[in-house]
């Protein structure tokens, strides 16, 4: 099932919710993106880099300096 504009061509940064942790932990490097896919920054609790709400919170905050940071040069 889609998500009516999920997907939208000029979307400058796209952000899912999951309602539990995953068992898979998608790796990523020193700058938050992942090892496999360029452009993809996994965080929070879904991507297994966070055990509740305050640490997702915190590793969302880091991994969208990281995105500005990356934009920025």
Known sequence: ???RSFDMHD??????ETRTSSPVKITRGDDFQSLNVKGLYPAGEGA?????ILSAGVDGIEVAEAVA???TR
């Open 1 to 3: 099932k889609k998500i």
């Open 11 to 16: 979307a400058v940064l796209t952000g899912v």
């Open 48 to 52: 297994s880099y966070a055990g509740g």
């Open 69 to 71: 940071k990356h934009m």
